[in-house]
């Protein structure tokens, strides 16, 4: 599409909530409504069409300077989206008092702007705040050589000292992560983690001066546990960083809702993987709660996403399989809403999920069908899930008795992968190979004792143990054996 079709792109982007939350700004900031027309007619459009937009508006003063109506309305409608996106959270408010304190300290008034500096601290101290720390205490030198404001020059130099200190100990560990991030999970080139120059720093959680430099640790060391498994570790790791949220923050968790409800659903994750199911209901429950405060949208849908997935899952994991379809029913009619706001490996795994419950209640049919949905999203989920959910789909095409497309599959899928990463999967696929030439009871029931045994031996193995995560073959397996 041409350049002059942004504003018609992120007009599009928006949701309902949030047309009329820029109607409103708009209203209350611009007397002129033609930029609301503006607005309308190009939300109406299917395709962006310029020419509609001249004769419609082809009496009005702003279509001679079509492009400036236009990069207003841009800027407008990204001003409305910051605000409302962001009005609920801490880094906002603190930001919105320190440009307060700006224009009420250049207007001379020296006593609200003290009150105004106290509340400010008190919210960047208590959030660890760095950047709006260091503003903050600029404010307060100034002030404070101009004997404005009755303080110690000295101890302000200290308090400045000591949040570069820690700023500075909070940027180690976040390259850390962010090292940890594109060398382990993405798998791009880039540094590894433990050849670093701060890598030291990664062994001693002493050495994280600030909560947020140990959130970035804790993030790396869930990864490594996660490479073996330890979801004991896991489950351990993120009830001590939900703890300590609401241990720093107090009432203010409530106020920086995205960063503790993801911990959150980190923790509801790994508390279902250790079956602590008590812990579960009641952290399902905060997340549901936090879910109706007045939040953005893109937030409140992500939370929904946490929600539904975490609940599917539960329900799965105590054997309660309606309650799971019927939340996943529930989950399927905010689809459209929900692939706008979450990230897709969420979609994934909630869909993997019932995958698994009808393979386990025997329905094969539907779940082919939502391991199709999954291949369908080929382009946006990580190559190893979707050659694994490849490999699903053989499976329920072998159990649907479509020998042939099995046959077909395996040649095609055995190309993408090598002897050396793959043992996992060319274990399958070698055993899919078998068993299409085998219709005798004992003979499978052999292949798959052979199976069962190689897939204990890949436990063993931290690069298998994410491909086991993701879907239980041992469903499959144990089919066999018991019958």
């Known amino acids: 599409m041409a350049q002059t079709d942004n504003l018609f792109l992120l007009i599009k982007t928006m949701s309902k909530s949030e047309k009329r939350s820029f109607k409103l700004m708009a209203a209350k900031y611009n007397n002129n409504k033609e930029y609301i027309n503006l607005f309308d007619t190009i939300d109406k459009q299917e395709e962006y069409d310029e020419e509609i937009i001249k004769k419609r508006f082809k009496n009005k003063k702003f279509i001679n300077q079509l492009s400036v109506a236009k990069n207003y309305l841009f800027t407008t409608i990204v001003d409305s989206l910051y605000e409302s996106a962001n009005y609920d959270t801490i880094r906002f408010k603190l930001n919105e008092l320190i440009k307060q304190i700006e224009v009420i300290k250049d207007r001379g008034l020296n006593e609200l702007c003290i009150k105004y500096i106290e509340k400010a601290k008190r919210y960047a101290i208590q959030t660890l705040s760095f950047q709006e720390m260091l503003k903050l205490n600029r404010i307060e030198y100034d002030l404070g050589l101009k004997n404005i404001l009755d303080v110690d020059i000295h101890e302000i130099n200290k308090n400045y000292a000591t949040t570069i200190k820690n700023y500075s100990n909070f940027l180690d560990y976040d390259y850390l992560s962010r090292l940890n991030y594109c060398y382990n999970i993405l798998h791009i080139k880039s540094e590894d983690p433990l050849n670093a120059e701060t890598a030291y720093l990664l062994n001693d959680e002493n050495l994280a001066l600030t909560f947020r430099a140990k959130e970035q640790l804790y993030g790396i060391w869930v990864y490594n546990y996660l490479k073996t498994s330890d979801y004991e570790k896991i489950y351990e790791i993120y009830q001590k960083i939900v703890y300590n949220l609401k241990a720093q923050y107090g009432e203010m968790v409530k106020e920086i809702p995205s960063n503790y409800c993801i911990k959150l659903n980190n923790l509801i994750t790994a508390s279902i993987k250790v079956r602590k199911f008590d812990a579960v209901q009641e952290h399902l429950k905060e997340l549901d709660e936090i879910s109706n405060l007045k939040i953005s949208t893109e937030l409140k849908y992500k939370i929904k996403g946490f929600y539904y997935c975490n609940s599917i899952n539960y329900y799965y994991e105590i054997g309660n399989y309606t309650k799971a379809i019927e939340i996943f029913d529930e989950f399927l009619e905010n689809i459209r809403s929900l692939k706008k706001y979450i990230k897709r490996p969420f979609i994934v795994w909630a869909y ?132």
């Not at 999920?353 to 946006?380: A, R």
């Not at 085998?438 to 994410?466: T, Y």
């Open 352 to 483: 993997i999920i019932v995958v698994q419950l009808y393979f386990k209640t025997g329905d094969y049919k539907k779940s082919l069908k939502y391991i199709n949905v999954i291949l369908d999203l080929k382009s946006e989920i990580a190559k190893p899930n979707y050659l694994l959910s490849r490999l699903i789909n053989l499976v329920l095409h072998y159990e649907l008795g479509d020998f042939e497309y099995v046959d077909a599959g395996i040649d095609s899928l055995r190309k993408q992968f090598n002897s050396e990463d793959s043992v996992f999967e060319l274990l399958i696929i070698s055993t899919l190979r078998k068993l299409i030439n085998v219709f005798d009871v004992s003979e499978k029931k052999e292949i798959f004792k052979q199976l069962n045994a190689k897939l204990s031996e890949l436990k063993g193995r931290p690069s298998e143990l994410p491909k086991l995560d993701f879907f239980d073959f041992n469903i499959w397996v144990q089919k066999y054996l018991k019958a």
